[in-house]
Each structure stands twice: as structure tokens, then as C-alpha cells.
Nanobody, 125 residues
Framework: QVQLVESGGGLVQAGGSLRLSCAAS????????MAWFRQAPGKEREFVAV????????RYADSVQGRFTISRDNAKNTLYLQMNSLKPEDTAVYYC??????????????????WGKGTLVTVSS
């Protein structure tokens, strides 16, 4: 079992930055591929970014490519999402998720085995 706890959400103006963190714990936490998803009000949850546990391979949604950076501190079992040049359409609850499998280029929420409870990011215009 893996437990995930997100932090770092808040209110920021458009063009600003935030860094989200996700602390992972549990017996196999360090060997999971970890990802960020988000869910905006009235919309389905969508993939944001993923990072593999071994090679550090990353994938990003087109909507955040070049603005967001996913990173991981394996020693601390912590995943990060650095979000720059934020836009109002980035407003959402951001979830950390983990899975032991690597799915390549396309990621869906039903691929993930473990989820955090989410942290709210609000970007004002």
C-alpha cells in the first residue's frame, strides 16, 4: 500500500508560479511511477505529467508542456510539480497518483493504483 499526501496549492495570479509537493509513504512507495492529474470544476480528471521511478523519464500533457516541470526526490520519496506561467484555465484540484507500471506516452486516471486527496490551485485573471 502507498499513501500520498499533496501540499502547496493556493491562490496565485495569472503569470505566477506555484510548486506542488506529494509525499509518498509505504513499503513500495519508492518503486512506483508517479504522476499529477487535475480536475477542474465541472470537468473530468485529466493527465498533467508523469515521471518514472527508475530512469526519470517524463511525459507532459500538451496544455502544460514548457510551463510545468515534474521532478522527484527519491531519497525523500517526494514528487514535485513546478508550475510557471500559470493561466486561469490551470485552476483545478491537483492530484498525485502512483502506479507500478509504465504506460508510455498516454496516461489515464484508470491506470493509477494509488491517489492522494488533492490540493486546490486557483489562478486568478
Amino acid at each position: 500500500q502507498v499513501q500520498l499526501v499533496e501540499s502547496g496549492g493556493g491562490l496565485v495570479q495569472a503569470g505566477g508560479s506555484l510548486r506542488l509537493s506529494c509525499a509518498a509513504s509505504g513499503r513500495t512507495a519508492s518503486s512506483n511511477n508517479m504522476a499529477w492529474f487535475r480536475q477542474a470544476p465541472g470537468k473530468e480528471r485529466e493527465f498533467v505529467a508523469v515521471r518514472s521511478w527508475s530512469a526519470g523519464t517524463t511525459r507532459y500533457a500538451d496544455s502544460v508542456q514548457g510551463r510545468f516541470t515534474i521532478s522527484r526526490d527519491n531519497a525523500k520519496n517526494t514528487l514535485y510539480l513546478q508550475m510557471n506561467s500559470l493561466k486561469p484555465e490551470d485552476t483545478a484540484v491537483y492530484y498525485c497518483a502512483a502506479t507500478s507500471r509504465w504506460y508510455g506516452s498516454r496516461w489515464y486516471d484508470y491506470y493509477m493504483s494509488y491517489w492522494g486527496k488533492g490540493t486546490l490551485v486557483t489562478v486568478s485573471s
